[in-house]
């Protein structure tokens, strides 16, 4: 069993829509959580980044955690054209060895359609 | 504009040939990445470097080797490159964890076809 799950999708929806993108994971060391955004043949860009549960909100991103489903969303209001990309849920554990790395989800897929 | 740089940005070889895969970063960073990228696939994590002569291998076993001379310079090499080596490759930097998030910085990638 992967250690993070994500929905690849592809997802589609209207421009104007509220998107919700989610994970769930097995490993209840993780304790930092990212969203990156990857256009096409381009590398990942860091969009949103939580420590612990709860959520952070920038612009029209919201990224939730809930520690105790093992749960993190990333929700985009008033979704755009330019939103249309992969996202890519990323996490991991504490700072000592192997915790460090990164662990990454398989990324959905998102076209918001004009 | 991420100041991390991946050339060549596509290449397509024969089997059996070396090849260099090059990342260069000017922001000083002394962690440096290199991931693997599949399509539906998540990214695999083949080597990594805490700073100038540490060189570690990662999650994903590979056949490749990397080196990491000087603090800006981390290239990527294939011996003998087969068809099962054709795949994304992303290379990453991140100055520390002090913060605890270890936010990377990624090149745009270097797509390698083995024929």
């Known amino acids: 069993q992967k250690e993070v799950e994500q929905d690849p999708g592809p997802l589609s929806v209207p421009e104007g829509a509220i998107v919700s993108l989610n994970c769930t994971y097995s490993n209840s060391a993780f304790q930092y959580f990212m969203w990156y955004r990857q256009y096409s043949r381009k590398g990942p860009e860091l969009l949103m980044y939580?420590?612990?549960?709860g959520n952070k909100e920038d612009g029209r991103f919201t990224a939730q955690v809930d520690k105790s489903s093992k749960y993190i969303s990333l929700f985009i209001r008033d979704s755009q054209p330019s939103d249309s990309a992969t996202y890519l849920c990323a996490m991991r554990g504490g700072l000592s060895g192997s915790a460090r790395q990164l662990t990454f989800g398989s990324g959905t897929q998102l076209t918001v359609l004009p | 504009e991420a100041d991390i740089y991946q050339t060549p940005r596509y290449l397509v070889i024969g089997t059996g040939k070396k090849i260099t895969l090059e990342c260069s970063q000017t922001?000083?960073?002394?962690?440096m990445y290199w991931y693997q990228q599949d399509p539906g696939m998540e990214l695999h994590l083949i080597h990594y470097s805490y700073g100038v002569n540490s060189t570690e291998k990662g999650d994903l076993s590979s056949e490749s080797t990397v080196s990491r001379i000087r603090t800006e310079h981390f290239p990527l090499t294939l011996e003998s490159a087969r068809p099962s080596h054709t795949s994304q490759y992303l290379c990453?930097?991140?100055?520390?964890?002090?913060?605890?998030?270890?936010?990377?910085?990624f090149g745009a990638g270097s797509r390698l076809t083995v024929l």
């Open positions: 990453a930097s991140t100055q520390g964890d002090l913060s605890g998030a270890n936010v990377l910085t």
């Open positions: 922001m000083g960073h002394d962690k």
């Open positions: 939580t420590y612990s549960s």
